[in-house]
């Protein structure tokens, strides 16, 4: 009884010992099929871990060119609806490029919006210079029509008998002229910290311009200028002494001045065009009557 005791007890024991050696061993073999697998994985697609890596980062930039072409198409549509003007491809700026970080579009939007007013800006400065011609002929139309007119009535009269003797007619007194009221088509704001010669575009579009720039410290200075062939040739006329009216503003012609655009010292009001040839030209200094 004692030895079959026995017996069964070291073959219980050799069994517990090989249950633990397969235990053992199966362990093993999942450790190394889970650590091989990937390899196994990565030799059967072909793909390496760097390649992985390299085509979620192409993903990532993807999506962020996604988001910048969004934002920088956003801004256009939006400018354009707003002013009422389409920029053509020509006419976008340079910061549009096909790989931009979302930071960099947000920039360029600005300068898309930027773009599209100062178009717009031209368009009105031009619709307002041809509405502007077109009133002048129309004024010059009817002042020869009615010039005509009155020489017609003056040729139909009867001559006037003159009285016998050596009597003859005082001469009227000569009818002062009240200075002409000269009316800006446009103005313009060269901006902060910028030379007047930022509003040549406003002034090259005919017409007389006032043209406001910073001339210092809390320093606005204003220049009233005009080409001479553009509506800017009586301003050669202007004397030192001469009253100018300008927008009802009523000025005295204090100074005369002929300097190349580069050379002249600004007064605070100024009036100014090109002189025969356009290489120089004449600034009055005007002060508030």
């Known amino acids: 009884m004692i030895r079959v005791t026995r017996r069964t007890s070291r073959i219980v024991l050799v069994v517990t010992c090989i249950i633990i050696v397969l235990v053992i061993a199966a362990g093993a073999v999942l450790i190394t099929s889970r650590i091989t697998k990937p390899d196994r994985a990565s030799e059967q697609t072909g793909i390496t871990a760097a390649q992985q890596d390299q085509r979620m980062g192409m993903a990532r930039e993807t999506t962020e060119g996604q ?39 947000t920039a360029c939007a600005r300068r898309i919006t930027q773009a599209v007013k100062e178009k717009h800006d031209r368009e009105e400065a031009a619709k307002q210079a041809e509405e502007q011609r077109k009133a002048e002929e129309a004024a010059r139309a009817k002042a020869e029509q009615d010039a005509a007119s ?52 406003a002034i090259n579009l005919g017409g007389l311009v006032k043209t406001t720039y910073d001339g210092g410290p809390g320093e606005t200075l204003i220049d009233y200028a005009a080409h001479n062939n553009e509506g800017g040739a009586w301003i050669l006329d202007v004397k030192v002494g001469d009253e100018v009216i300008i927008d009802g503003e009523h000025y005295r012609a204090t100074k005369l001045r002929d300097f190349a655009f580069n050379e002249v010292d600004p007064d605070p009001i100024m009036l100014q065009t090109c002189l025969p040839g356009g290489e120089r030209a004449r600034f009055v200094t005007l002060e508030r009557a």
């Open 67 to 105: 988001r910048a072409a969004i934002i920088t198409g956003t801004a256009r549509q939006r400018a354009e609806e707003r002013f009422g003007t389409t920029l053509t491809d020509e006419e976008l700026p340079d910061c549009l490029k096909e790989k931009m970080t979302v930071s960099q579009a």
């Open 150 to 201: 009155q020489e017609a009535n003056e040729e139909q009269q009867p001559p006037v008998n003159q009285p016998e003797g050596n009597q003859t007619n005082p001469e009227p007194a000569p009818v002062q002229q009240e200075p002409v009221n000269h009316a800006t088509v446009r103005t313009c704001y060269a901006g902060q910290g910028k030379p007047q010669s930022e509003c040549a575009w």
